[in-house]
């Protein structure tokens, strides 16, 4: 009985140097799969198990995804360039394995006894409600799940993974680069870079060197055009109609364009200073309109009129459609305030 127990006692070291030797060789064999393909390790239940399981002295960052398009997961399609080019980039900035860190990503279609237990652990994570397996994929994926070493300096007591949900419905890889270095020690941490877009580049440069051709071309059209005051007067004028007349109060009150008068028929001015329709600051804009030109008919065009019997007859014109069109006016501004006194024929 002494003899087994002594033969015990020194076998046990052995058993736990061949321990340790086993998970570094894992680490290995999968950090050199990794550095040889720039890629996650394509996972299905049983090469999930060995990967994840105790002990373990390394790191495990897992994809649950699901790209079969029967599953309908367009976020799983949206990410999945993202996730590759993380895992690129890790292992190309950490060739010697120095962060400890093995990327792989597993699908529904390959792995789903895994998704099973995956989701009994989401289960006692806090979700109640019982989900097949397919409802379960369409919800939540994709997921992604790290795993902390079990044994090491860097070793967590815990042994649950860590995981990210993509409740926020990102499909970029800078957050998650940022979320598992946050979770890992203070070593070194391999940053994101990605690849130039030469095409981008090329479709700038282009477009930039056309407009540049394009201005140099049309510039002495243009500049005749951009210096034309009676445009910039026209356009100056437009703007005052539009904003004095009430467009931007109908932008953000969000304002009906008409409503019912109650009687079957249609209201086009709203009663009160803090009411308007949309239809009523068209309707002011254009009487403003009317109003603006017949003034400025009156000031500027009659006056150079050589016949005194046109001119004449253009003064009437003229001051008729400015009575008519301030009588209105006036008519509508008894509409919004009913107590005002005044008013002017023919309205």
């Known amino acids: 009985m002494r003899l087994l127990q002594t033969l015990t006692a020194a076998i046990l070291p052995l058993t736990a140097f061949a321990a340790r030797k086993s998970t570094g060789d ?15 390790i394509k996972l299905d239940d049983v090469t999930y198990n060995e990967m994840t399981k105790a002990p ?3 790191a495990v960052a897992v994809l649950l995804t699901a790209l079969d398009p029967r599953f309908g997961c367009s976020l799983c399609h949206e990410f999945q360039p993202e996730w590759d080019l993380l895992a690129k980039s890790w292992t190309k900035g950490d060739k010697q394995g120095e962060s400890r860190l093995v990327y792989g990503t ?17 289960k006692t994570w806090g979700q109640k409600r019982s989900i097949d397996l397919e409802q379960l994929m369409l919800q939540t994926a994709p997921v992604l799940l790290l795993f902390q070493p079990t044994v ?11 995981r990210y949900d993509f409740i926020t419905g990102t499909d970029k890889a800078d957050p998650i680069h940022a979320w598992i270095a946050r979770h890992l020690p203070e070593s070194r941490h391999p940053p994101l870079v990605r690849p130039i877009n030469y095409v981008k580049i090329a479709v700038t440069t282009t477009a930039a060197l056309g407009l540049v051709t394009f201005f140099s071309v049309a510039w ?15 356009v100056s004028l437009i703007a005052i109609l539009l904003f004095t007349s ?3 109060f109908n932008h953000i009150r969000k304002v009906p364009y008409v409503a019912g008068d109650g009687k079957g028929g249609v209201s086009y001015f709203a009663a009160g ?10 309707i002011v804009a254009a009487m ?3 109003l603006a030109f017949a003034t400025i008919s009156m000031a500027l065009k009659v006056p150079r009129m050589a016949d005194p019997r046109a001119q004449q007859i253009a003064v009437f014109i003229w001051g008729g459609v400015i009575l008519g069109m301030y009588s209105f006016l006036l008519s509508v501004f008894r509409i919004k305030n009913g107590g005002y006194p005044f008013f002017l024929p023919p309205f």
């Open 246 to 248: 009430g467009h931007m």
């Open 26 to 40: 894992r680490f290995n064999d999968y950090h050199s799969k990794q550095v040889s393909s720039l890629a996650p």
């Open 106 to 122: 597993l699908d529904f279609t390959d792995g789903k006894q895994t998704f099973q237990s995956v989701r009994y652990t989401i």
């Open 56 to 58: 373990r002295d390394y």
């Open 220 to 234: 002495p059209y243009i500049l005749p055009v951009i210096q034309n005051r009676n445009l910039w007067a026209a």
């Open 152 to 162: 090491g300096p860097n070793a967590k007591p815990d042994g649950a993974p860590q």
């Open 288 to 290: 403003y309109g009317v």
């Open 273 to 282: 200073f803090q009411n308007q329709f949309g239809l009523e600051s068209q």
